[in-house]
């Protein structure tokens, strides 16, 4: 997703600057003007601006109402009161209509706009693999699942209901400021012994006010963005450490784990607690500010016009209705100091969010900078002198080629750490760091097979036809595939939904990866010690099975068992520093499993 270009490395800054309101910016702009739903959106909004703007016509209607109820009070005026009273009816019952279908309107806008921006980010993260590459070289950053699931909703809604409410807030102040302004002609200001008017006097002690108010208000409350940038963060660290126990429950059983375990809780939770108790004391600070200026400002008004009405230069009418416009106009002018809270979460979600966009812009900036290997789609596998690094440039394997053409079955061997694995991720296309060519089968043509399979949320149905499996596929299809590769006993609950990668062993998980090659019918497979958590005998058996079902199939294996040998044809044994060999396998050495010689003709060293 180009919308999304952002520095890297960002941090809470703390500043409402011209920095902030770019991201802003370029965070919210692609929704309104890009996207398919633009229109929809663009009218919502429309619509929440038209009934913004008539909340505030009813708003000016209700202040005028004031003057005339209370000197209907005043004047014991009993028809007048019961006039009134109707009249207030009518505006408060289409001002209960319009606030409400505000909310509705604010909050569906906020559900679509949610929904787009999930759907965009989702798009980036998984695009030519960023989530895979986020992990291995950005390992712990950001908290993804909370930037896509938190605080995507939180930018939508904060962006929404600051923008309607500076909205109102400069519409108040146009509807009101004139009014007020006129109402000051009649407000007296003692001084010296005498009385004294001033031009529009109650609209500068709002403003005055208001200005006061905002200055307190950011230097209390600018702190909070740092604090709740952090608590996001370190609750997401905490929750993730929870995640993983859950996740790893067996193994943290059989180690008896769980003092170390809840020592790691406690640790993250502390900071927790800790940065929560400084944000919860300067929230409590901002509080007394901001609850000073709200009840002193209430009482203003009254200050102010005091002595006209006690002099009898202006009804009770009069004086309300100044309450209720100074209301206004102060309101407006103060809405940034009242909303600072608001303001200060709204920043430290725009913060997180260009944070993992950074981090997402380093990582595909490394997947165009440091790759150059040449991936073409073939119908068979050739590597042509590939180079396999490391992050740091360290070679692992050097200038390697070769062809494996349908039907060939291929063993990679060599010690733990020459580099099988990395080679395997770079066949797949998940590894950047070297340079060379290589033309591979594409889409389902080609399937890898991790050492530890992967069993999505779901049915068991589900995942045995993952990733790309017909969701047509026939029940009597799966029961023999299960038959087959020795997990007959599964075949009653095919349609439950169960957490099956903590249900089923390590090695009934691999039978079942077998089985989806079984489904699937690649043309390439890559077995990365896919079938290590099995005995000799079953992974015997699940090899002739898979020579003998797909026999066009070609089968390139990383296995360190010599049972192995039986069922490839090659051996690229890797020696470390670069140093290879490929040499194909005799059928004595087949049969014994032992280890086949050099070939000067296959061999290379880097």
């Not at 605080?151 to 309607?164: G, P």
């Not at 807030?169 to 004294?196: C, D, M, R, T």
């Not at 939770?269 to 400002?297: C, E, M, P, T």
Request: hydrophobic residues 45%; charged residues 20%.
């Amino acid at each position: 997703m180009d919308h999304f270009q952002t520095n890297a490395g960002v941090k809470a800054n703390q500043r409402f600057d011209k920095a902030f309101f770019r991201e802003v910016w370029r965070l919210a702009r692609p929704y309104f003007s890009e996207s398919h739903e633009r229109w929809q959106a663009l009218g919502l909004l429309l619509l929440i601006v038209l009934i913004t703007l008539g909340q505030v016509y009813l708003n000016l209607r209700i202040t005028n109402w004031y003057n005339s109820f209370y000197n209907a009070l005043q004047n014991y005026d009993s028809a007048g009161f019961w006039r009134l009273m109707g009249v207030f009816a009518i505006l408060a019952s289409i001002f209960i209509a319009l606030s409400v279908y505000q909310s509705y309107l604010t909050q569906l806008l906020d559900l679509r706009w949610r929904r787009w921006l999930t759907g965009a980010f989702l798009n980036r993260y998984l695009a030519a693999r960023t989530y895979y590459h986020l992990e291995v070289f950005k390992r712990g950053q950001d908290n993804p699942d909370q930037r896509i699931a938190d605080d995507l909703s939180a930018f939508a809604q904060y962006t929404t209901s600051l923008f309607t409410g500076m909205l109102s807030a400069i519409a108040n102040l146009v509807a009101f400021i004139g009014l007020l302004w006129v109402l000051s002609a009649k407000v007296v200001v003692p001084w010296g012994g005498g009385e004294h008017h001033v031009a529009g006097f109650l609209v500068w002690v709002a403003l005055i006010y208001a200005v006061i108010w905002t200055w307190v208000a950011a230097k209390v409350g600018n702190p909070l963005i740092h604090l709740n940038y952090h608590q996001q963060r370190l609750q997401a660290d905490f929750r993730f450490s929870l995640m993983r126990l859950r996740e790893n429950s067996e193994a943290v059983a059989l180690y008896g784990g769980e003092a170390n375990e809840r020592a790691n809780f406690d640790r993250r939770f502390d900071h927790v607690f800790g940065n929560y108790k400084r944000l919860i004391l300067r929230q409590k600070r901002f509080n007394w500010f901001s609850n000073y200026f709200s009840q002193v400002a209430i009482i203003l008004p009254f200050l102010a016009a005091a002595s006209a009405y006690f002099a009898k230069a202006v009804p009770l009418g009069f004086l309300m209705q100044i309450s209720s416009a100074f209301g206004n106009v102060q309101n407006s002018f103060a809405y940034i100091a009242q909303s600072y809270d608001s303001f200060a979460n709204w920043h430290a979600v725009v913060d997180r969010l260009r944070g993992f966009l950074g981090v997402m812009d380093e990582i595909e900036t490394m997947q165009g900078g440091v790759s150059r290997i040449v991936r073409r789609r073939g119908k068979h596998l050739k590597v042509r002198d590939l180079t396999v690094r490391l992050p740091n440039g360290q070679v692992i394997v050097s200038h390697l080629t070769m062809d494996v053409a349908p039907a060939e079955r291929v063993l990679v061997t060599g010690p733990s750490g020459t580099g099988k694995s990395t080679l395997m991720r770079v066949l797949a296309g998940i590894w950047p760091f070297g340079e060379g060519g290589i033309e591979i089968p594409d889409g389902n043509q080609s399937l890898f097979l991790p050492q530890k399979p992967y069993l999505p949320l779901g049915s068991l149905r589900a995942a045995l036809l993952y990733p790309a499996g017909s969701p047509a596929t026939s029940d009597e299809l799966l029961h023999a595939v299960l038959e087959a590769v020795g997990l007959p006993e599964l075949i009653p609950h095919l349609g439950e939904m169960e957490p099956w990668s903590q249900l089923l062993s390590l090695g009934e998980q691999q039978r079942l990866a077998i089985a989806r090659v079984l489904l699937l019918q690649p043309r390439y497979v890559f077995l990365d010690e896919a079938t290590s958590a099995l005995d000799e005998p079953s992974e015997r058996a699940l090899y002739r099975l898979l020579t003998e079902a797909l026999p066009r199939t070609a089968i390139i294996s990383v296995g360190h068992r010599s049972t192995l040998f039986a069922f490839h044809t090659r051996r690229l044994h890797l020696f470390g520093g670069g140093r290879w060999e490929d040499t194909p396998l005799a059928s004595s050495q087949e049969e014994n499993g032992a280890l086949p010689g050099k070939e000067a003709g296959g061999a290379h060293s880097g």
